[in-house]
């Protein structure tokens, strides 16, 4: 029997990686373990090939060291296999793009930064198929997400306060501002498909985070049944105060036994129109990393653990999507009750 089960992701593939910028000629190589999808493979494999590109297919024994689930948690930890291959890695950076199939990709592992530096660009994929076809970048995402990094750059605060209590003053002095399209176009650029976010990864933030009912909770991919009250001094959580996920988020963060776990990381505000709040509730865990929570217009994301600009390694990392947020940066509003100020 034919296998035609990526026959309807290959135009979408393609799409992509035209984005992507990938030219006649260079050479593509599509990272995967074991785990990987079989159909998202054939398409990128040929999406690439259709482009006029070099394509080979790497595949790396599977298993990464973070000491959790690999479910597409979103910790980016990489595969140990290429974390102990200078074969692996040497590939990796010998590509003009690598399509990152892997389960939990290289997100927050610093030999992805080495590969960054040869000039490889980097696009992870690892969502739905229907989650990737509906969040299908565009072009005009870049100038939108590129005008909140501008004013993240210029500005030295950012002040987040929602009905449910959230109180939260972020300095943005020196907070590495970026930002996630979609797409990897530039040369050694990482990206996401599908994402579309402003995000910067301050270094002292100061204040009350309420989690609220109906907030989503990653990588655990559940919403947030009774609201939880997060102290933070510092830059650090230093009080978890509610009922059951409160202590899930508490029980987090003690088991993990990592010292950088409890400290903030990066955070910032979502701008993907596409994205549905409740499409966490329509797949199996298994099935997505969550982007569509991760980057629906209007929200508030915040996330603990990794930290690259201050040395923070960390596998302790959770991604926190509030609802309903007012954003404010140097008085300037860009999201108001959790509605996305263009």
């Known amino acids: 029997m034919f296998d035609l089960s990526s026959a309807d992701i290959v135009d979408a593939f393609t799409e992509e990686l035209q984005l992507c910028n990938v030219q006649k000629g260079e050479h593509v190589v599509v990272l995967t373990e074991p785990a990987s999808r079989g159909d998202y493979v054939s398409a990128a494999f040929a999406a690439a090939k259709s482009l006029g590109a070099h394509v080979l297919v790497l595949t790396a024994p599977g298993g990464t060291p973070a000491p959790v689930p690999n479910t597409h948690t ?65 072009r005009a995402d870049k100038v939108r ?77 559940e919403y947030a049944r009774s609201a939880a009250t997060l102290e933070i001094r510092d830059g650090m959580i230093v009080d978890i105060r509610g009922g059951a996920d409160a202590k899930m988020i508490e029980t987090f963060l003690a088991d993990s036994g990592d010292k950088w776990g409890r400290y903030l990381s990066h955070m910032g505000w979502g701008l993907m129109k596409t994205a549905d709040w409740f499409a966490t509730a329509m797949y199996g865990k298994h099935e997505i990393m969550g982007m569509d929570a991760r980057a629906f217009a209007g929200n508030f994301l915040w996330s603990t653990g990794p930290h690259p600009f201050l040395g923070r390694d960390s596998y302790a990392h959770l991604d926190i999507s509030l609802r309903s947020c007012t954003i404010t940066v140097d008085g300037q509003e860009v999201v108001t009750a959790g509605d996305l100020v263009e």
């Open 145 to 221: 997400v590129q005008a909140g990094v501008d004013l993240i750059r210029k500005s030295s605060r950012m002040h987040v306060r929602s009905a449910a209590g959230t109180d939260l003053e972020v300095d943005l002095r020196n907070c590495h501002p970026g930002f996630q399209t979609g797409f990897a176009d530039d040369k050694g650029r990482w990206d996401h498909w599908p994402s579309t976010m402003v995000m910067c990864w301050p270094e002292i933030s100061n204040g009350t985070i309420v989690i609220d009912e109906g907030d989503i909770l990653l990588p655990f991919k």
């Open 74 to 138: 979103g910790a980016g930890p990489g595969l140990q296999s290429v974390l102990d291959d200078s074969v692996a890695q040497s590939t990796l950076a010998a590509a003009d793009l690598v399509v990152d199939l892997t389960t939990e990709g290289f997100i927050h592992a610093p030999i992805q930064e080495e590969i960054l530096a040869a000039g490889t660009r980097i696009i992870f994929v690892c969502d739905a198929p229907e989650v990737l076809i509906r969040n299908m970048p565009s």
